[in-house]
Every structure is written in C-alpha cells, then in structure tokens.
C-alpha cells in the first residue's frame, strides 16, 4: 500500500471507500468478521493483515485459545487446498517424465 499511497492515492482512497461500504453493510458481527479476515490474512500471507485481524478479533471479543483454533482451521483448510491443487497440476506426471507437457516457462526447451 506504501507505493499506492504515495503514487497512486486515488486507488487506496477507493479501498478505504470499500472498507467503509463493508461497515455499512454488514452482516455478521464484528468477532465473526475479523475471523475470516484473519483466516484470509493467514492463506494470502500477508503480515499486516493478520496482525491487524488478531488485534481486531482480540478487541471484537475473542480469545487467543479461539484465534489459534482459527489459525489451525485455515493451515488445515489450506493444506488439503494446496493438497488438490498440486495434485490437478502434476497428474499426467507420467507425460512429464515423457517430456509431453510444456510449462511455458523461461528456458522451457519446448
């Protein structure tokens, strides 16, 4: 956000409008709000969004005890996630032993 802030202001004033939209509209309550917020923050690995989440769930009611269910929740999710998707990528393993799929990648020989 640093580099948008400073170069690009219009575009994060438009997230706060966001954010301020999904204030307003909201509905589930805070704690709830902030758990998804902070299982979201896990998966897509971004610090300041999940201490931001921890702190906002702290202050919306929850414990730590419910925090770290939460975080185990989203490895576990994200686990069998990541489980699916690596195994939908590498499937015809055999055609790339074959050299039969090409990954389009830079230095890719095919």
Known sequence: MRMLEEFFPEFAEKLDEIDEIYRDKRTIDEKTYQFIC??????????????????????????????????ALTMREAAGADDCW????IGEWKEILKGNVSCCCAGDKD
Do not use: N, Q
Request: hydrophobic content about 45%.
């Open 86 to 89: 690596a195994h939908d990528v």
């Open 38 to 71: 902070f299982a979201l923050s896990i998966k897509a690995r971004s610090k300041p969004c999940v201490l931001k989440h921890f702190k906002g769930a702290l202050e919306a009611g929850a414990t730590v005890k419910e925090l770290t269910y939460i975080l």
